[in-house]
């Protein structure tokens, strides 16, 4: 009888890791992000979700050289919260991979807007990030702030990095 109920218990512990659901979230302005966010997505095998913008973002919407650019007002703006056309639902999800470029060694602050319009409770965060050249900062930690109750594991740069190299480095967080 005990070496039975020891089998369940097992069996239900490794059921419950293979069930786990993992959803990537991706906002993207160029392309760059969605590449990395989607070859990451197909290589765990997770859902996959992007943010997308009301407002469309222009080539001289990102214009950095620009001050009066939209990027640089809402990255100059740390009240700034562009909306969301799109609803994004990540009850569901034991684990969420929040993925989007450095502006300015921040998220833009699109994706500060999807952090904190969710439940985070009991949700393990991890944070991808792609980047021209800026430093990463500490946009992860400032979104991990945001994502009240969340269980941060860390994030890391993937401007360059595969499907697999990603699998790797997320799965070794979540361990």
């Known amino acids: 009888m005990k070496k039975l109920i020891l089998t369940l218990l097992i069996g239900g512990f490794i059921m419950t890791g293979l069930s786990a659901k993992t959803a990537f979230v991706y906002f993207s302005a ?3 992000t969605e590449r ?3 070859n990451a997505a ?3 095998g997770a859902d996959i979700f992007e943010i997308q913008p009301v407002h469309k973002y222009t080539d001289a919407d990102l214009n950095w ?3 009066k650019s ?3 007002i809402e990255c100059n703006d740390p009240k700034s919260r562009p909306a ?3 609803k994004l639902d990540i009850s569901g999800y034991d684990t969420v991979v929040v993925c989007y470029p450095i502006w ?3 998220a833009p602050k699109i994706v500060y807007t999807f952090v904190e319009s969710q439940n985070w409770s009991g949700k393990k965060l991890v944070t991808l990030r792609t980047s021209a050249g800026s430093g990463l900062g500490r946009s992860g930690s400032e979104l991990a702030k945001l994502a009240k109750d969340a269980d941060f594991r860390g994030g890391k740069d993937f401007t360059r990095g595969s499907g697999e190299a990603i699998k790797k480095y997320v799965e070794g967080l979540l361990k």
């Open 30 to 32: 160029t392309g760059t």
């Open 36 to 38: 990395m966010a989607k």
């Open 42 to 44: 197909k290589e765990m």
């Open 65 to 67: 050289h620009d001050k």
């Open 70 to 72: 939209l990027s640089s």
């Open 84 to 86: 969301i056309a799109n």
């Open 104 to 106: 300015w060694a921040y």
